[in-house]
């Protein structure tokens, strides 16, 4: 089975300083992970996927299979990024009715001071 | 273009009451889910369906029941509502390959009293 974990519930960081989103997981396979963002009474939404290697709203995460990591980054916070975010991973190869399904991590809530 | 619609949107329920979430999609995804949404515990799978008729537990599926009748249509039931199913919950769905993400619906904010 596989397991996402974001070790901090909260984070707090100032305007123009860099944040780091934190994301591990365990699974046996070939992972595909994910960040999902939800803005204050917003629903949730995909903010980017591993596979992409894509930069979206300044943000950026890469896949370290070496770590099992999947850490969000960004050089420099603005106040807008203040929300809940979301790792998840989806087996990559999994078949059958697991293939689709996105395990999440618990969350890290995400405050930029001004 | 309404992506996933659920209703409703806040509701208290007495112990012991049932009710039913309501979840549709209109962009003709195989794939639905309900995932409940806890504090400092993240989103947990309830159930999931990959096509009409076909229905299958998730993490925590205790206390609840879904139905597929048709490929827009995924309703959460709760049968005997207890405090411990106090939660957002969220509809979602994709298409076979999630590659692509989950579209989400807007929540439904539930209280058991």
């Known amino acids: 089975a596989q397991r996402v974990t974001q070790p901090e519930k909260l984070l707090s960081v100032f305007k123009g300083a860099p944040v780091e989103l934190k994301c591990n997981y365990s699974?046996?396979?070939?992972?595909?992970l994910f960040w999902y963002v939800q803005y204050s009474r917003q629903r949730l939404q995909l903010l980017l996927r591993?596979?992409s290697r894509e930069s979206i709203k300044g943000f950026t995460a890469d896949l370290n299979k070496g770590e099992t990591s999947f850490h969000l980054k960004k050089p420099f916070a603005q106040e807008e990024d203040s929300a809940m975010y979301y790792c998840?991973?989806?087996?990559?190869?999994?078949?059958?009715?697991?293939?689709?399904?996105?395990?999440f991590g618990q969350g890290t809530i995400l405050t930029v001071h001004p | 273009n309404a992506g996933v619609t659920q209703t409703p949107k806040f509701r208290i329920l007495k112990i012991g009451q049932s009710m039913t979430l309501q979840c549709t999609q209109d962009?003709?995804?195989?794939?639905m889910y309900w995932y409940r949404q806890d504090p400092g515990m993240g989103l947990k799978l309830i159930y999931y369906?990959?096509?009409?008729?076909?229905?299958d537990k998730g993490e925590v599926p205790n206390g609840y029941n879904v139905s597929r009748s048709t490929t827009e249509d995924f309703p959460l039931r709760l049968e005997l509502a207890a405090p411990s199913q106090t939660s957002v919950y969220f509809c979602?769905?994709?298409?076979?390959?999630?590659?692509?993400?989950?579209?989400f619906g807007s929540g439904t904010r539930l209280t058991v009293v």
């Open positions: 979602a769905s994709s298409y076979w390959d999630s590659t692509y993400g989950y579209t």
């Open positions: 699974y046996s396979g070939s992972p595909e």
């Open positions: 591993h596979i």
């Open positions: 998840a991973l989806r087996p990559a190869n999994a078949g059958g009715t697991s293939y689709g399904k996105l395990t």
């Open positions: 962009m003709n995804h195989n794939y």
């Open positions: 369906s990959v096509g009409a008729g076909i229905t």
